[in-house]
T-cell receptor, first 116, second 114 residues
């Protein structure tokens, strides 16, 4: 399967600041990446689909101006949480779609964001 | 609409005993089903998938899952549980309207006691 990394693995920031999270596909070119958020003891919620070279597609209820996604290359997608607030504190996970054609996704290790 | 349900929040099993983590699904068309495992503060790891073919699918770490069309189920199983299997398990199904998106169940926490 694909190897996916995320940076940073954890971040603490003050309310009102912006935080950028990177997702890298290390061993193959990913035209599509996904961003999820996960609250404690809950399932993953899909936030958006990141498409290389085009605008991200956001799920209903996700603020596109709040969560900026950039997929500038086939190996890198970034999620920027703008003007972060404590309610944005969560575990953010990215994934890439495998190349077998059967849609299994390979996930990064996640980024724990804590907004004070 | 595509959906999966995991009816058990938690499953407790003694080490060495067989384990089952339940999943039922509701789909339009042929189901593409997946199981993932998540260890604490980590991303998800792919365990196995069902696309077509044999109803018994074998995956990583000795896990297998049985696709049952009549019962719309895709239960995860392992003949002999290990303490290291303790983790959070997610069943997932492909979105009908998208070739890539998948939707996750609520998750089942598996606890294996020594």
């Amino acid at each position: 399967g694909a190897v996916v990394s995320q940076h940073p693995s954890w971040v603490i920031c003050k309310s009102g600041t912006s935080v950028k999270i990177e997702c890298r596909s290390l061993d193959f070119q990913a035209t599509t990446m996904f961003w999820y958020r996960q609250f404690p003891k809950q399932s993953l919620m899909l936030m958006a689909t990141s498409n290389e070279g085009s605008k991200a597609t956001y799920e209903q209820g996700v603020e596109k101006d709040k969560f900026l996604i950039n997929h500038a290359s086939l190996t890198l997608s970034t999620l920027t949480v703008t003007s972060a607030h404590p309610e944005d504190s969560s575990f953010y996970i990215c994934s890439v779609v495998g190349t077998s054609g059967y849609n299994e996704q390979f996930f990064g290790p996640g980024t724990r964001l804590t907004v004070l | 609409a595509q959906s999966v349900a995991q009816p058990e929040d938690q499953v407790n099993v003694a080490e060495g005993n067989p384990l089952t983590v339940k999943c039922t699904y509701s789909v339009s068309g042929n189901p593409y089903l997946f199981w993932y495992v998540q260890y604490p503060n980590r991303g998800l790891q792919f365990l196995l998938k069902y696309i077509t073919g044999d109803n018994l699918v074998k995956g990583s770490y000795g896990f297998e899952a049985e696709f049952n069309k009549s019962q719309t189920s895709f239960h995860l199983k392992k003949p002999s549980a290990l303490v290291s299997d303790s983790a959070l398990y997610f069943c997932a199904v492909r979105y009908y309207s998208s070739a890539s998106k998948i939707i996750f169940g609520s998750g089942t926490r598996l606890s294996i006691r020594p």
